[in-house]
Structure formats: C-alpha cells, structure tokens
C-alpha cells in the first residue's frame, strides 16, 4: 500500500536498495490546512479523507469548522489556512476591500468551483409568505458578505425593502442561523440544503430555492491566496483533483450505501440516519448537485458581481467574474492546459 505515496525517484532508491541495501525514506504527505462551514455541504471532503483520495494525493489534509465567515476569511488572509471552502462573494468582498473581519486580501482568487449555494429562504411556522414578513427581524452571517445580498434580493423582488420592511441580525454561518431560527430568535433566514428540510420538518417553511428566482449563482468555492497558491502549486492541484474523484463517488447510484455511512460518521454522535438519506436527495437528487471536476460557473460569478454592485459599498468598482477566478490549477490538475 505505501507504494503508491512514492515519488519516481523514490521508487528507483527502493529498487536500488533491494540489491545494495541502500534505505529508503517514504515520502511524507504535504500537509494542507482546510477551513470550511459547518453541513453536509462538506460529503465530498469526508469521502476525500475516508476514501485516501487525498492520501493518494500525498496530502494530509486537516479541516477547521468556522462558526463565521469573519472567522474564516481572516485566518485565510492571515494565512493561518491554506484554502477556504466559502461563498464566492466572500472571495470578491475581501479582495475588494469590503469585508467584515478588518482586513483585505488583496490576491484572494477562486480555483475551484463546488456548488451553486444550495440556498433558500426559510421562515418560522407562523411566516407562511413574504407578507408574513413585514416588520419581524431576520437573520444574517454578516449584512455585507456571503448570502445576505441573495436574501435582500429575494425580498426586494416581493415587495419588501431593508429597514422598512424588516431587519437584519448576524447570526454567524448557517448552523448557527439554524438553531438561532429553530429558537424562534428570527422570522426566516437563508439556509443551505439540508438545513431546510429539517426545519421543515419541523413545522417551518420554505418560501422560496435561491436559484429558481436568481438563475445562474456561484455558491461554495476554494478560495487561496494567489501567492500561497503559485508557491504550492502541487498541493492546489492535488486538492482539486481529489475534491472532483469524491464528487464522482458520491454521485455514482452503487456508492450510497457507503456514503450514508460516511455521511453519519462524520455527524454528530446523535444524528438520526434518516438525515443522512434527507441530505443525499436534497444534495444530489434534483437539478441542483456538486459541480463536477471542480468546475466553476463563471455566468453564476457575474450574478455574484451583479448582487454585490446593487447590494454593496455604494460606488465601488467591481470587475468582471474572470478577475475573481484562477484557472490555471484547474487546468493543470486535469491536464488541459
């Protein structure tokens, strides 16, 4: 088995070895430091680590859960993470400046796409429509990043305006936002999948699918810093390629079984099964599922870019969605280049 997590030079030492008693050192895997939200938006990390797709990488990955996007994207700019598992709009509002934590990171780029955000608006028992809305309290990660513009544009389409209509609270990442709206704190907020079937089963409501109303829309991404990124360039490349192997396992019928049990081992020690059959179909089930090969949606960037010019510090100048994204890991890792 340790064969496969040695270099060419390596092996042609062991051969050597073999007739001259030469010792051979195994290569060590290069560690790679992860940090992610919180959900079962991570099954393709768990798969990587169970199944040795990063192992067969030679990397040894290690994966940090952030309670907010603040927390996460700090510690990447502060280069306390290599690469962070977050919403695109984090990537653009850091690198242009306008994040919450007091720092910019000014060569954060996109190398990998995961998936379209999963992301709807869900509301208390009580809140059956948008007019239930009107005057009650709903919660944020932070109001100038993540998915907050994907929940002012929902509302504004139906008629209510920010501060007249209802207010914003920062909750943190969606786990958080979850038990906070399950506590009856806020009327609704933006859940990721699976989070809203189970508060809708609950007795909550789903009011509405983010990309039924908004289209093409870039959620989860890997983001680096470029100057981290392009002095590991292998280490960048190796993640890729392992993120996209776990996504085709996942999504292959004859793999279920397995990867429900990978689903709950990697969940709370009290996380009924059932939840992991909830989060399979909601995950990969509908028209909505992990972008295959890593790839990302560049039409899904612009709506991004668009939210945050409408939504975001008035004035600012925005770019197209190629200035956010970095393709040639993507590239290289699949070797088309």
Same mark, same amino acid.
């Given at each position: 088995?340790?064969?496969?997590?040695?270099?060419?030079? +390596?092996?042609? *030492? /062991?051969?050597? $070895?073999? !007739?001259?008693?030469?010792?051979?050192?195994? #290569?060590?895997?290069?560690? %790679?430091?992860?940090?992610?939200?919180?959900?079962?938006?991570?099954?393709?990390?768990?798969?990587?680590?169970?199944?040795?797709?990063?192992?067969?990488?030679?990397?040894?990955?290690?994966?940090?859960?952030?309670?907010?996007?603040?927390?996460?994207?700090?510690?990447?700019?502060?280069?306390?993470?290599?690469i962070a598992m977050t919403a695109?709009?984090?990537?653009?509002?850091?690198?242009?400046?306008?994040?919450?934590?007091?720092?910019?990171?000014?060569?954060?780029?996109?190398?990998?796409?995961?998936?379209?955000?999963?992301?709807?608006?869900?509301?208390?028992?009580?809140?059956?429509?948008?007019?239930?809305?009107?005057?009650?309290?709903? +919660?944020?990660? *932070? /109001?100038?990043? $993540?998915? !907050?513009?994907?929940?002012?544009?929902?509302? #504004?389409?139906?008629?209510? %305006?920010?501060?007249?209509?209802?207010?914003?609270?920062?909750?943190?990442?969606?786990?958080?936002?979850?038990?906070?709206?399950?506590?009856?704190?806020?009327?609704?907020?933006?859940?990721?999948?699976?989070?809203?079937?189970?508060?809708?089963?609950?007795?909550?409501?789903?009011?509405?699918?983010?990309?039924?109303?908004?289209?093409?829309?870039?959620g989860v991404v890997a983001s680096?810093?470029?100057?981290?990124?392009?002095?590991?360039?292998?280490?960048?490349?190796?993640?890729?390629?392992?993120?996209?192997?776990?996504?085709?396992?996942?999504?292959?019928?004859?793999?279920?079984?397995?990867?429900?049990?990978?689903?709950?081992?990697?969940?709370?020690?009290?996380?009924?099964?059932?939840?992991?059959?909830?989060?399979?179909?909601?995950?990969?089930?509908?028209?909505?599922?992990?972008?295959?090969?890593?790839?990302?949606?560049?039409?899904?960037?612009?709506?991004?870019?668009?939210?945050?010019?409408?939504?975001?510090?008035?004035?600012?100048?925005?770019?197209?969605?190629?200035?956010?994204?970095?393709?040639?890991?993507?590239?290289?890792?699949?070797?088309?280049?």
């Open positions: 088995m340790f064969m496969r997590f040695l270099s060419i030079s +390596s092996l042609a *030492a /062991l051969v050597a $070895g073999c !007739a001259g008693g030469a010792r051979v050192v195994a #290569e060590t895997p290069a560690p %790679l430091r992860i940090i992610v939200f919180p959900g079962a938006f991570n099954w393709p990390l768990w798969i990587a680590q169970d199944k040795g797709f990063f192992a067969s990488e030679r990397l040894a990955v290690a994966i940090t859960p952030t309670p907010n996007s603040t927390f996460q994207m700090k510690g990447l700019i502060q280069g306390e993470f290599d695109m709009d984090n990537v653009i509002a850091y690198r242009e400046g306008q994040g919450e934590a007091g720092v910019d990171g000014p060569d954060l780029v996109a190398v990998m796409g995961s998936d379209a955000g999963f992301l709807r608006l869900v509301a208390s028992p009580e809140s059956r429509g948008y007019a239930d809305l009107r005057g009650k309290t709903l +919660s944020v990660d *932070a /109001l100038t990043t $993540g998915y !907050a513009f994907v929940l002012l544009e929902l509302l #504004e389409r139906h008629g209510l %305006l920010l501060e007249r209509d209802y207010k914003t609270e920062r909750a943190g990442g969606v786990l958080q936002r979850y038990q906070a709206l399950l506590e009856r704190k806020h009327a609704a907020t933006i859940l990721v999948a699976p989070f809203d079937a189970m508060a809708q089963a609950q007795g909550f409501h789903r009011l509405a699918n983010a990309t039924d109303e908004l289209g093409h829309y870039q680096v810093r470029q100057s981290w990124a392009r002095a590991q360039p292998e280490r960048v490349r190796g993640y890729i390629r392992a993120h996209a192997q776990a996504v085709d396992w996942l999504r292959e019928p004859r793999n279920k079984d397995e990867a429900l049990r990978i689903f709950l081992a990697h969940m709370p020690p009290n996380t009924p099964p059932q939840s992991a059959e909830t989060a399979y179909h909601a995950l990969l089930s509908g028209p909505e599922s992990f972008q295959r090969r890593g790839q990302i949606d560049l039409a899904g960037v612009e709506t991004v870019v668009r939210l945050r010019a409408k939504f975001g510090r008035l004035g600012a100048r925005l770019h197209g969605a190629a200035y956010y994204y970095d393709p040639s890991f993507h590239e290289a890792a699949f070797g088309n280049h």
